[in-house]
């Protein structure tokens, strides 16, 4: 399984344009500042590409998709798993259009999550939009609970983020992404137990977040669930790659936009 981290910022990515329209040189940290000179400071919005038995499944589509597929070259998708309908988790879906070319490209994801696609790109949905190449052509699938993909069994991990009915976190064999979370739920604890690496999200130091892991947070979730790896994703200007690194165990990390692992 190879796994590829297309994104690891927050809904704002990271550098901010608040940090741009305020100058730089006020950024908390400086992180946008040195985005520029040091590339784990540059955090597209969070998704990442994970491939097995040749196929290629895209966890997410932001709003920097297409920035990412250029990126790193991405020259197909065979499906989608969808965490949760935030726009920065779905924004992207308009360009799918270029890989559904073929054939419609199934969509998976918690009813609220495929309603949210539905009702947002409400004009790829609907019959009398005349069809043509501007339209990402798009199957959706509602789960409740595993799903076989591509020979391999897809676990869905309930979590809890901002009053959401159906965010989730996804487990694939050895691999666990939950990009935005708040606290998980008993299910999503057991549905995690054993997984090697796991990604986790962790949005800034500090203060306490309504919705969202916050640094030392993050760390005692990682801890209690306690996989072989960890990498924290979805993070704001506030986390300052290689200042912070002092609060994460040995085997813990930040990640960045481009990084891969192989499982
Ligand atoms: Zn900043
Ligand atoms: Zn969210
Ligand atoms: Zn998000």
Known sequence: MNITFLGTGTSHGVPSIDCMLRGYEHCPRGVCREAAADPRHRRTRSSILVEWNDQ???????????????????????????????????????????????RPLPFYGSAESIGKIRATFSYAFDPSTPAGGGLPRITTTV?????????RTVIPIPVRHLGLEGCLGFRIGPLAYIPDIKTITPTGLENISGVKLLILNCLRRGPDHVSHLTLQQ???????????????????????????????????????DGLRISL
């Open 218 to 256: 993050s760390v005692e979730l990682a801890r209690n669930i306690a996989p072989a790896r960890c990498y924290f994703i979805h993070m704001s200007h506030d986390i300052h790659y290689r200042l912070d690194r002092a609060a994460l165990d040995p085997w813990m990390d930040f990640a960045w």
């Open 143 to 151: 789960i409740d609970g595993p799903f076989p993909l591509f020979n």
């Open 56 to 102: 290629t499944v895209l966890i997410d589509a932001g709003p920097d998709l297409r920035e990412q597929c250029l990126r790193e070259k991405i020259l197909k998708i065979d499906a989608v798993l969808c965490t949760h309908g935030h726009a920065d988790h779905i924004g992207g879906i308009p360009d799918i259009r270029s890989y559904s070319r073929q």
